[in-house]
Nanobody, 125 residues
Framework: VQLQASGGGLVQAGDSLRLSCTFS????????MGWFRQAPGKERMFVSA???????DYQDSVKGRFTISRDNAEKKVYLQMNTLKPEDTAVYFC????????????????????WGQGTQVTVSS
């Protein structure tokens, strides 16, 4: 599995960005796709995830502003980010984890075995 994230950039507070992640490999439909972010000097943190059937999960700080979606036919996952804030500034990573109904939490970094290279999002005030 290889993941390629794109779509980051420099924006002003209140603006929007859409991140994309392209999945290369087999059985995309069986993977949980997640977005994480890492600010300078901080740990990588969960942002959002979508399970194979499309149900979603969000970190509280992005609920109502970010929307995750997946296109199983195109093997892509998106993160639409609206009303961006300076505290959203970070490198954003997409990640993939094989779906297991009773497996580890998909909010954990350690659950994901496949990671993209990251895309920088900078929000100026």
């Amino acid at each position: 599995v290889q993941l390629q994230a794109s779509g980051g950039g420099l924006v002003q507070a209140g603006d929007s960005l859409r991140l994309s992640c392209t999945f290369s490999g087999r059985a995309f439909n069986n993977y949980v796709m997640g977005w994480f972010r890492q600010a300078p000097g901080k740990e990588r943190m969960f942002v959002s995830a979508t399970r194979p059937k499309g149900d979603t999960d969000y970190q509280d700080s992005v609920k109502g502003r970010f929307t995750i979606s997946r296109d199983n036919a195109e093997k892509k996952v998106y993160l639409q980010m609206n009303t961006l804030k300076p505290e959203d500034t970070a490198v954003y990573f997409c990640a993939a984890a094989w779906f297991e109904p009773f497996g580890s939490s998909y909010r954990l970094v350690t659950t994901y075995k496949n990671w993209g290279q990251g895309t920088q999002v900078t929000v100026s005030s």
